[in-house]
């Protein structure tokens, strides 16, 4: 099976939801678009600097802006929503998007073919991975379950979203990928 260029892994996100989603369908979503990414950086061919670059690019821009979607909508409207036993769980989430973002940022000095840069995306990766598991099965249900209206939430997300994305040029290089 031939891996994915990364054109064809190069999801915009407003194609992934349509209106009326609510806002755990919306971050579900991302999540799927952001675990392709992995996956196809993981059949890249080590030699395949620029699709590994693309790839890296586009999953930093893809975590950037779910990161402050979830931080600026999603978090704060969970922390309102949910009982004090569970407002844990949304302090982690903040402290494991920041983990992440320390990990984004080396990507605006870390190249294809650098040593580390593998080794960073392969631990971001997982980071996220984790995070995305932690979400889906636990801080997500509890949420549905607290009675927060979800479709306005929704809405909210894919407003700022669609903001976010405005300022994302679409032609970026490889020195572009500063986007904190």
Same mark, same amino acid.
């Given at each position: 099976?031939?891996?994915?260029?990364?054109?064809?892994?190069?999801?915009?996100?407003?194609?992934?939801?349509?209106?009326?989603?609510?806002?755990?369908?919306?971050?579900?979503?991302?999540?799927?678009?952001?675990?392709?990414?992995?996956? #196809?950086? +993981?059949?890249?061919? =080590?030699?395949?600097?620029?699709?590994?670059?693309?790839? *890296? @690019?586009?999953?930093? &821009? /893809?975590?950037?802006?779910?990161?402050?979607?979830?931080?600026?909508?999603?978090?704060?409207?969970?922390?309102?929503?949910?009982?004090?036993?569970?407002?844990?769980?949304?302090?982690?989430?903040?402290?494991?998007?920041?983990?992440?973002?320390?990990?984004?940022?080396?990507?605006?000095?870390?190249? #294809?073919? +650098?040593?580390?840069? =593998?080794?960073?995306?392969?631990?971001?990766?997982?980071? *996220? @991975?984790?995070?995305? &598991? /932690?979400?889906?099965?636990?801080?997500?249900?509890?949420?549905?379950?607290?009675?927060?209206?979800?479709?306005?939430?929704?809405?909210?997300?894919?407003?700022?979203?669609?903001?976010?994305?405005?300022?994302?040029?679409?032609?970026?290089?490889?020195?572009?990928?500063?986007?904190?």
């Amino acid at each position: 099976m031939p891996r994915p260029t990364p054109t064809q892994t190069k999801t915009a996100p407003s194609s992934r939801t349509t209106p009326g989603e609510d806002a755990i369908q919306v971050l579900m979503d991302d999540h799927r678009a952001v675990k392709k990414l992995f996956d #196809a950086f +993981e059949k890249t061919q =080590d030699d395949d600097l620029d699709a590994k670059t693309t790839l *890296v @690019r586009r999953a930093c &821009e /893809e975590l950037t802006v779910h990161a402050m979607i979830e931080e600026e909508v999603l978090y704060p409207a969970a922390q309102e929503a949910l009982d004090e036993d569970d407002r844990p769980d949304v302090e982690e989430a903040y402290v494991e998007h920041f983990l992440v973002k320390v990990l984004i940022d080396k990507f605006t000095t870390l190249k #294809a073919g +650098e040593p580390g840069f =593998d080794a960073t995306f392969k631990v971001m990766s997982e980071m *996220v @991975r984790h995070h995305i &598991e /932690e979400e889906e099965s636990d801080l997500f249900p509890k949420l549905k379950k607290s009675g927060a209206d979800l479709d306005a939430l929704g809405k909210k997300l894919m407003q700022r979203r669609a903001q976010l994305d405005a300022k994302i040029p679409k032609d970026a290089g490889d020195n572009t990928m500063r986007l904190h």
